[in-house]
């Protein structure tokens, strides 16, 4: 009923800057919350960076000072704007979104199919 579509991952020099984006499309009636969670090689998925409904932004402190997530809200779209990268930044990036559908009072949970940020030399 959703999709989320990602972009923006890459190869990135440490100490360099990329900025990833969400856009999400299909039967949706109000967005809850949009967020970004990533996993390294060897390590479970970790939650980095979340915008509420009330448009309140919270990070990790792995991440914060260096990400900035923001949304879009007239398309859907999260972006988060990653600065002063580093190996431990490499990871996938994951899109995940908490809405409401069209005559649906549940909220319903999406994820993206994830985009690969590596950092190296």
């Known amino acids: 009923q959703v999709q989320l579509v990602e972009s923006g991952g890459g190869l990135v020099q440490p100490g360099g800057s990329l900025r990833l984006s969400c856009a999400a499309s299909?039967?949706?009636?109000?967005?809850?919350?949009m967020a970004w969670y990533r996993q390294r090689p060897g390590k479970q998925r970790e939650w980095i960076a979340q915008?509420?409904?009330?448009?309140?932004?919270d990070y990790a402190d792995s991440v914060k000072g260096r990400f900035t997530i923001s949304r879009i809200y007239a398309n859907n779209t999260v972006n988060l704007q990653m600065f002063s990268l580093n190996s431990e930044d490499t990871a996938v990036y994951y899109c995940?979104?908490?809405?409401?559908?069209?005559?649906?009072?549940?909220?319903?949970?999406?994820w993206g199919q994830g985009t690969q940020v590596t950092v190296s030399s």
């Open positions: 995940h979104v908490e809405l409401r559908h069209h005559y649906d009072p549940d909220v319903r949970r999406y």
């Open positions: 299909g039967d949706i009636f109000s967005i809850f919350e």
């Open positions: 915008v509420t409904s009330e448009g309140r932004r």
